[in-house]
C-alpha cells in the first residue's frame, strides 16, 4: 500500500529489517539536505545534522524484530505448521500477512540472532514520488520544501558517472533512514522494556506480577523503595504494589499487540487491541521452553541493553 509522507511523496509500506548496520555504516549515516558540486568534479557532501534516532534504530532494530517474532504467539503459529505457510483463497487477511511475513524473515525460532542475521535477505526500500527533473536558476519555484538537488555551478565541469552514482547512493542512505523515523512510533527504549519484562516473566512465571516489574525496575520512582523479595505481609508498600500490577499488566499487553503486529509485519507499532488469542501465556511451558530453546542469549543482550539505555 502506498502512503504519502509530509513531503507529499509517496512510501510503500517499509519494513525496518531493510535498515540495518551491514546495510548503512554507521560511519557514513550523517545526514545532508544538500549536495554540492565543488571544485574540479569532486562531489562533497555538506553535513546540516545527525539522525540520532536514526543512528539508534541501526543498531538496534534488527535485534528487536528478531525478538518481537519470538515472543508473538501468531508467528510461532506459522513457524511450527507448514501448512500454515501456503497462502490459500479467501485465506483472512490477518492469516495471509502473517504468511507473507514469514517468507520475508523466515524462522526465528531455528538459529541464534547472528545466524538468522546472516541468512535474513537485505531488502530494499521501494521510494515512489515526483519524478526526477533537472532546473535552472529560472526555475526556483519548483522546489518544494525537503526536495534534494543537484548544484551545478556553470563554471565547473560535469561530475562523470562515478561520482553521479556515488552521489545517489548517499541520498539512498538517507532515504531509508528518513523512511525508519517516520514510521518508528514507539520509543526504542519502551521496545527493550517491554522485551526485559516478557523476558523476566517467563524467567519467573510463579511469582505475583509487582514483584517481576520490581525486578526490572518498571517505575523508576520505586527503584530501592519496592523489595521484589518482601514477604506479602510486609506493610507500607500496598500502594506501590497495586500499582505496580497495574503497569506490568499494561507493559505486557502492550507488548503483545506490538507483537502481534510484527507477525504482521508492522514493526514498530503498538496500535490495536489486546486478545486473549495474542496475550502471553506465561503458565505455557512451551512458550517460555520456545524464549529459551536457544539458551539465555537474547534475554541477557535485553537486559544489558536496557541497563545501558
Given at each position: 500500500m502506498l502512503k504519502k509522507c509530509d513531503h507529499g511523496c509517496e512510501h510503500k509500506s517499509i519494513s525496518t529489517i531493510?535498515?540495518?548496520?551491514?546495510?548503512?555504516?554507521l560511519a557514513r549515516l550523517d545526514k545532508s539536505k544538500h549536495i554540492f558540486l565543488k571544485g574540479a568534479g569532486d562531489m562533497v557532501v555538506r553535513h546540516t545534522h545527525l539522525y540520532d534516532t536514526a543512528l539508534l534504530c541501526v543498531q538496534d532494530i534488527k535485534r528487536l524484530l528478531?525478538?518481537?517474532?519470538?515472543?508473538?504467539?501468531?508467528?510461532?503459529?506459522?513457524?511450527?505448521?507448514?501448512?500454515?505457510?501456503?497462502?490459500?483463497?479467501?485465506?483472512?487477511?490477518?492469516?495471509?500477512?502473517?504468511?507473507?511475513?514469514?517468507?520475508?524473515y523466515g524462522d526465528v525460532f531455528a538459529?541464534?540472532?547472528?545466524?538468522?542475521?546472516?541468512?535474513?535477505?537485505?531488502?530494499?526500500v521501494s521510494h515512489v514520488?515526483?519524478?526526477?527533473?533537472?532546473?535552472?536558476?529560472?526555475?526556483?519555484?519548483?522546489?518544494?520544501?525537503?526536495?534534494?538537488?543537484?548544484?551545478?555551478?556553470?563554471?565547473?565541469?560535469?561530475?562523470?558517472?562515478?561520482?553521479?552514482?556515488?552521489?545517489?547512493?548517499q541520498l539512498r542512505r538517507q532515504r531509508k533512514a528518513d523512511s525508519l523515523i517516520e514510521k518508528l512510533k514507539v520509543r526504542i527504549s519502551s521496545l527493550w522494556k517491554i522485551l526485559n519484562l516478557v523476558y523476566t516473566r517467563a524467567l519467573h512465571p510463579d511469582i505475583e506480577q509487582w514483584r517481576v516489574g520490581a525486578l526490572v525496575q518498571l517505575v523508576k520512582d520505586f527503584a530501592g523503595k519496592l523489595d521484589p523479595w518482601a514477604a506479602r505481609s510486609k506493610s507500607g508498600d500496598e500502594?506501590?504494589?497495586?500499582?505496580?500490577?497495574?503497569?506490568?499488566?499494561?507493559?505486557?499487553?502492550?507488548?503483545?499487540?506490538?507483537?502481534?503486529?510484527?507477525?504482521?509485519?508492522?514493526?514498530?507499532?503498538?496500535?490495536?487491541?489486546?486478545?486473549k488469542q495474542i496475550q502471553f501465556d506465561f503458565e505455557d511451558?512451551?512458550?517460555?521452553?520456545?524464549?529459551?530453546?536457544?539458551?539465555?542469549e537474547e534475554a541477557a543482550f535485553v537486559r544489558d541493553r536496557v541497563l545501558v539505555a
Open positions: 531493510k535498515v540495518i548496520y551491514e546495510y548503512i555504516p528478531f525478538n518481537f517474532l519470538r515472543i508473538s504467539p501468531s508467528y510461532w503459529s506459522v513457524c511450527s505448521n507448514p501448512k500454515k505457510i501456503r497462502l490459500r483463497k479467501h485465506m483472512p487477511i490477518e492469516q495471509r500477512n502473517a504468511v507473507l511475513c514469514h517468507r520475508r538459529n541464534s540472532y547472528q545466524g538468522w542475521s546472516d541468512l535474513n535477505p537485505k531488502l530494499l514520488g515526483p519524478a526526477l527533473a533537472l532546473y535552472s536558476s529560472n526555475d526556483v519555484h519548483q522546489i518544494k520544501d525537503g526536495d534534494m538537488f543537484a548544484h551545478l555551478p556553470q563554471s565547473a565541469p560535469l561530475p562523470t558517472q562515478a561520482q553521479w552514482l556515488d552521489m545517489l547512493e500502594h506501590m504494589r497495586r500499582h505496580m500490577n497495574i503497569m506490568v499488566h499494561r507493559w505486557l499487553d502492550r507488548g503483545a499487540v506490538i507483537a502481534e503486529n510484527a507477525a504482521h509485519d508492522l514493526f514498530p507499532n503498538d496500535q490495536g487491541s489486546i486478545s511451558r512451551d512458550f517460555v521452553g520456545r524464549l529459551f530453546s536457544l539458551g539465555n
